[in-house]
């Protein structure tokens, strides 16, 4: 009964190539999150759908794609990787009518650029 | 703007030993603040929040947290620790913008060290 879920939760690969990250809920949430991890444990927010549509695009570089192909889930692309984009990415949702301050967490995905 | 900062990046602590993990914020608007906690190896936990009302907020695993307007600051606090408190803390603001959205601006994190 997994409420918010990733895969993979670990990513190895190399500088240039094109990989993409996978956030589920199960909750009934209409709003996602994707935040930013880095090596020292700093969260910051790259993106935020609600009812897929983008409603918070962070200064992020334009290699990082995020898609909502419906309200359940999240995916993120990141083309031609670089070494800074080593990092846990985690996912995150909450429901805007209800509760929209509370948002829920997945386990995180490590991504491992060499 | 809005920011989070967190005062400690680590606090050891022997158990059963009272800890306060201390954050102060910065905003020009009603705030609403969280505690998130982050066990080794997995995501972030909701362990308190503030909206309104009461400023001392209980929360999971015997946290409590007092927000306090003048200093402005949320601090974290727990009477007696365990072993298994042990993990990344971070305290969190709330900013809304236009449509009814927020976002979570975190702070820096705070290591909780538990030794027996």
């Known amino acids: 009964d997994t409420a918010v879920s990733q895969t993979p939760k670990y990513l190895v690969t190399q500088m240039g190539n094109d990989k993409s990250i996978k956030c589920e809920q199960n909750?009934?949430?209409?709003?996602m999150y994707w935040y930013k991890q880095d090596s020292k444990k700093f969260l910051k927010i790259m993106f935020s759908y609600n009812n897929k549509e983008l409603i918070i695009n962070e200064t992020v570089p334009n290699r990082f794609s995020p898609k909502s192909p419906d309200k359940a889930h999240l995916n993120l692309h990141i083309n031609s990787l670089e070494l800074g984009d080593s990092a846990v990415y985690f996912c995150a949702s909450s429901q805007k009518q209800k509760d929209p301050y509370e948002q829920y967490f997945g386990p995180g995905t490590r991504l491992t650029v060499t | 703007a809005q920011s989070v900062t967190q005062l400690d990046s680590q606090v050891p602590v022997f158990e059963e030993a009272p800890v306060e993990l201390r954050c102060n914020y910065s905003?020009?608007?009603?705030?609403?603040l969280f505690w998130y906690v982050q066990y080794p190896n997995q995501g972030l936990q909701l362990l308190l929040k503030?909206?309104?009302?009461?400023?001392l907020v209980k929360g999971i695993n015997g946290f409590e947290a007092e927000f306090n307007k003048s200093q402005t600051s949320f601090h974290l606090r727990k009477p007696s620790v365990h072993i298994s408190d042990t993990a990344e803390y971070f305290c969190a603001v709330s900013l809304m913008f236009s449509g009814g959205y927020n976002k979570l601006i975190f702070g820096a994190g705070t290591r909780l060290a538990v030794h027996p």
């Open positions: 503030y909206l309104s009302g009461s400023t």
């Open positions: 905003s020009s608007v009603s705030v609403y």
């Open positions: 909750l009934g949430h209409d709003t």
